[in-house]
């Protein structure tokens, strides 16, 4: 069944900070504890806190997203208007996250929620896109697939992460080369 006419993108404000919060939580739980010995409770609490995510939606220059299929919430999309070097700010976006909840994946989803941040790139006159992903994720394929290319790597050293599985990718792709996904 083509999803496209089932999503809905809601720009977020500090009115939907609550499911916002529950929804990243819940998500990041699904996708990511495995890389932590802690099961990620350390890194939750220092960057998934509920009051950095009010601060972030008074920020002008940072937009969240929920994502909703059949009118339930079932992932959200942060984007940041930050160059990547030596490109500048007003060239890039930054898709800072792009999180769908396990039982929602594999339905294409993904690749309609990256049209959509398209589409906002090509309104805001964006010439790159791109995104960090760690490198055992299975979302790095996805991307891949889709014509980003890693420029570069590095090695996380937060703790309480597994060793071997810390590093993070940087993935970019210039705009005039993204394809239009087929719903």
């Not at 999803?3 to 929804?23: M, N, P, T, W």
């Not at 996805?142 to 810390?166: I, Q, S, T």
């Amino acid at each position: 069944m083509p999803i496209a006419g089932f999503l809905k993108y809601e720009r977020c404000s500090v009115e939907h900070c609550d499911i916002l919060h529950q929804i990243a939580l819940k998500a990041y739980k699904e996708h990511y504890t495995g890389i932590w010995d802690d099961h990620g409770q350390a890194y939750l609490e220092r960057f998934y806190a509920k009051h950095t995510f009010e601060m972030e939606l008074r920020d002008e220059a940072c937009q969240y997203y929920l994502i909703y299929y059949l009118e339930t919430p079932v992932g959200f999309l942060k984007l940041l208007e930050n160059g990547l070097p030596p490109n500048s700010p007003e060239d890039c976006l930054e898709v800072n996250k792009i999180y769908i909840l396990e039982a929602y994946t594999g339905k294409g989803i993904g690749s309609r929620t990256l049209q959509f941040v398209f589409d906002i790139a090509h309104a805001k006159h964006k010439h790159i896109l791109w995104i960090n992903v760690m490198e055992e994720s299975k979302a790095k394929r996805f991307y891949e697939n889709l014509g980003f290319r890693c420029c570069h790597e590095v090695a996380l050293d937060y703790p309480h992460m597994k060793a071997g599985l810390n590093v993070l990718g940087t993935y970019q792709l210039e705009l005039p080369k993204f394809q239009r996904i087929s719903p």
